[in-house]
């Protein structure tokens, strides 16, 4: 059975960093992303990482602040984001799935419970 388990959510000021851990149990995915879900908004692509993590996708928004990596031998997935805006703040989400170059949810097949990141002006 795959499960998805994503930590690290907080509460931060703008300019502050957070690290969001996601780990998988049930199988290997060559395909992890993180997306992100603010109040009234829709669902939104944010990064996404090969199996190797060595070619990464991320969306306009969070280009140059936002990094995603992978531990495949803890079957885990980071993302590290730095210089965090008010606008940043969602839900954040782990997903898994076989392609990581399209940045829609629907290449996705499991996702994650979701953690909170809220960042305060």
């Known amino acids: 059975q795959v499960q998805l388990v994503e930590s690290g959510g907080g509460l931060v000021q703008a300019g502050g960093s957070l690290r969001l851990s996601c780990v998988a149990s049930g199988r290997t995915f060559n395909a992890m992303g993180w997306f992100r879900q603010a109040p009234g908004k829709e669902r939104e692509f944010v990064a996404s990482?090969?199996?190797?993590?060595?070619?990464?996708l991320y969306a306009d928004s969070v280009k140059g602040r936002f990094t995603a990596s992978r531990d495949n031998a803890k079957n885990t997935v980071y993302l590290q984001m730095n210089s965090l805006k008010p606008e940043d703040t969602a839900v954040y989400y782990c997903a898994a799935g076989s392609t990581w170059t399209k940045p829609s949810a629907d290449e996705y097949d499991y996702w994650g419970q979701g953690t909170q990141v809220t960042v305060s002006s």
């Open positions: 990482v090969s199996w190797s993590g060595g070619s990464r």
